[in-house]
């Protein structure tokens, strides 16, 4: 992966504008959270494979965390704390934000066909 800038990945979210996607949508304090500090508490989200068509697709921020949000037809989908991107040799966008000691804090995936589920 290497770091986002908004030139590189803008076009590559317009490229998936009104088709259906497959979206990978992760975030999570992590297990080291609670481990660093007992009394913070663990969160997590975690979808993959849901499929949806977004009419609008931006990146925003001035590094070296960005935002994404995809306009849905009847709401957003919208993933904060993004830092690094590549595209997949099968066409699938991932970008993920990390944290200054390399762990992975949220993961925003899209592509054309299912992510692989083992």
Known sequence: MESITIDAVQPQLDALVDQDVYVHLETSTGSYAALEDPTR?????FLRNGRL??????????????????????????????????????????????????RQNIGLELSRTPFDCE
């Open 41 to 45: 508490i663990t969160t997590c989200a």
């Open 53 to 102: 068509r977004f009419s609008d697709g931006q990146i925003r921020g001035e590094g070296p965390s960005y935002r994404v949000g995809l306009r849905l037809d009847r709401g957003w989908l919208y993933a904060e704390g993004l830092t690094d991107w590549e595209v997949t040799e099968s066409g699938a966008l991932l970008m993920g934000g990390y944290d200054s000691e390399g």
